[in-house]
């Protein structure tokens, strides 16, 4: 089964600062990875994904994400912190071509972003 | 295109009582996915559905239950409540299986 980890509940940067959500991942097959990201009482946004392709993908407000294989790593980063990125940030992972329990997306814990001005 | 709507968005219950979360995916989209956002146990799957059939279902108990109707509006209901549901209740929609899920913004519930 497939598993992830984020490294650190909380992370807490200056604006302008560089952001670096790390993320870890466990799976028998190369997975798809997301990172979806929650402002409070709200619901799950796409920030980006990666399928197959070029390992660094890019997404909304300026965020990117890099897959490495060798490290089972999908760390989330963003040159310059800007306040409205403070969220709550998941990492995802999700077998692709499977069913049953292997369908679902599979979270991390989700990290809690907190920029100071 | 409009996204993932739910209804209702908060909702107040007592032990015992039973509760019904409707979900209207993305237009156009044929699979629904539900999902339980709890501050202990976070994001955990709960089903899937596709063409009004069950796919996938989590490691959840049978009093957690749902359809899925002929225009893809999904629905679930959670019989005899317990303290423990009280959780944030996502639906997510995809065009097949296979595709990215989009999240609605959820239906919180409190079971007092």
């Known amino acids: 089964a497939q598993s992830v980890t984020q490294l650190g509940s909380h992370v807490s940067v200056s604006e302008g600062a560089l952001v670096l959500l790390r993320c870890n991942y466990s799976?028998?097959?190369?997975?798809?990875l997301f990172w979806y990201v929650q402002y409070p009482n709200q619901g799950l946004q796409l920030l980006l994904k990666?399928?197959?392709?070029?390992?660094l993908v890019k997404g909304i407000n300026g965020f990117e994400a890099e897959f490495k294989k060798s490290e089972t790593s999908f760390h989330l980063t963003k040159p310059s912190a800007h306040m409205s990125d403070a969220a709550e940030y998941f990492c995802?992972?999700?077998?692709?071509?499977?069913?049953?329990?292997?369908?679902?997306?599979?979270f991390g814990k989700g990290t809690l972003l907190t920029v100071n001005p | 295109k409009a996204g993932v709507t739910q209804t209702p968005r908060y909702l107040i219950k007592t032990r015992g009582q039973q509760v019904t979360l409707s979900c209207s995916p993305i237009?156009?989209?044929?699979?629904v996915s539900w999902y339980q956002q709890t501050p202990g146990q976070g994001l955990q799957f709960l089903f899937e559905?596709?063409?009004?059939?069950?796919?996938n279902k989590g490691n959840f108990p049978g009093r957690f239950s749902g359809r899925q109707f002929s225009n893809s509006r999904s629905e679930m209901n959670v019989s005899t409540l317990e303290l423990g549901d009280s959780a944030l209740y996502l639906c997510?929609?995809?065009?097949?299986?296979?595709?990215?899920?989009?999240f609605g913004p959820g239906t919180r519930l409190l079971v007092l």
């Open positions: 997510a929609s995809s065009l097949d299986f296979q595709e990215t899920q989009y």
């Open positions: 799976s028998s097959v190369p997975p798809y």
């Open positions: 990666y399928t197959t392709g070029a390992t």
């Open positions: 995802a992972v999700r077998i692709p071509n499977s069913g049953g329990s292997n369908y679902k997306l599979t």
């Open positions: 237009s156009g989209h044929r699979s």
């Open positions: 559905y596709f063409s009004e059939t069950q796919r």
